[in-house]
């Protein structure tokens, strides 16, 4: 298996995944809206969710699938219009990816998608495993059902299917620890909450190398939880991420409401519990190598990851 198509290959993970991709050699195609030729080291396909298309040469070339794609969570507020955006660009993309595989009577010898840890929903203490029920409040935990269900279909196709319910993703270059760290300099790292809502999280390179560890493992066919093994509340996360940049500061707590107020809905994704338990994926052989998040961070910083 050499040829691996991308769907979402433009974003956070996607971007950095291609570097561990190029390094194993394997030939990459990226699924783009428009037509482009601007690395040399990759193939592009043109695709349109919104009319259904894929481009045929896509579905022949390819000999596995990661699907990244879907529209930022937290990159815009939630309206109901937004929560439909978030929802359905998930479900289309893999409806409209699979529809073009079984047209031109072809599988793939694998597919790999992301997902969501807000499937579970707020769990407090509990360590989740991925025979845990899906979470019964909230948005984030329907729309992770949706996803789910829509990635269900390509094992019900009799491909062989794994999907991540990923973490939070830490990286320099986007998602939320730019967010999380922008008043450090100032000494300042707010808490959220009572700030013991637990915070399971994952080293992008950590990420990325799980998605080959999917392709590369031919035993791997279900869901898995995609996180570091060391998992933190909220309150000691950012402790340890001063601590990690070798910075004095305070962590004052930004009350519930107020951030519920500032945010609305989407206060959700950093109100929430999830712990995430990852001996299952553990199981299949995958070794971590930035399992904590004082070493982590400062891989990240040093590097500009």
């Known amino acids: 298996m050499k040829n691996i198509l991308i769907a979402g290959g433009s974003g956070m993970i996607g971007s950095r995944l291609l570097h561990f ?3 194993r050699d394997y030939n990459i195609g990226i699924l783009s809206r428009q037509e482009r030729n601007d690395d040399q080291d990759v193939q592009y396909f043109v695709w349109d ?6 481009e045929d040469k896509a579905i022949e070339w390819a000999d ?4 990244l794609a879907g529209a930022g969570v937290a990159d815009a507020r939630w309206t109901e219009e937004r929560k439909k955006i978030i929802t359905n660009s998930r479900v289309e993309a893999n ?25 579970y929903g707020e769990s407090g203490d509990q360590w989740m495993t991925e025979v845990d029920p899906k979470g019964d409040q909230g ?3 329907e729309s992770c059902e949706q996803w789910e269900a829509a990635v ?6 009799d491909i062989r299917t794994v999907q991540y319910r990923i973490s939070i993703v830490l990286s320099t270059k986007g998602g939320a620890l730019p967010k999380l760290t ?17 915070y399971s999280w994952i080293h992008i390179d950590d990420m990325c190398r799980l998605f080959i560890h999917a392709l590369e493992n031919k035993d791997m066919n279900s869901i898995y939880n995609a996180a570091s093994p060391n998992p933190l509340t909220n309150k000691a996360f950012v ?9 004095f500061g305070v962590t004052p707590p930004v009350p519930a409401f107020a951030m519920r107020l500032g945010l609305g809905d989407m206060a959700e994704t950093v109100l929430t519990s999830v712990r995430l338990s990852v001996k299952k994926v553990a199981e299949t052989g995958f070794k971590w190598d930035y399992p904590d998040l004082r070493l982590a961070y400062q891989h990240l910083v040093k590097n500009k990851i």
């Open 64 to 67: 596995g699938v990661i699907n």
């Open 239 to 247: 402790r340890e991420l001063l601590d990690a940049a070798g910075k």
């Open 49 to 54: 969710i919104k009319d259904n298309h894929v």
């Open 95 to 119: 409806k409209v990816l699979l529809q073009a595989f079984l047209k031109k009577d072809k599988k793939p010898q694998v597919y790999v998608s992301a997902g969501g840890m807000n499937y």
């Open 21 to 23: 991709l190029k390094a």
């Open 182 to 198: 922008m008043t450090m300099p100032i000494g300042l790292m707010p808490y959220f909450g009572n700030g013991k809502q637990w």
């Open 152 to 157: 269900n279909n390509w094992r019900d196709s």
């Open 139 to 141: 948005f984030l935990p």
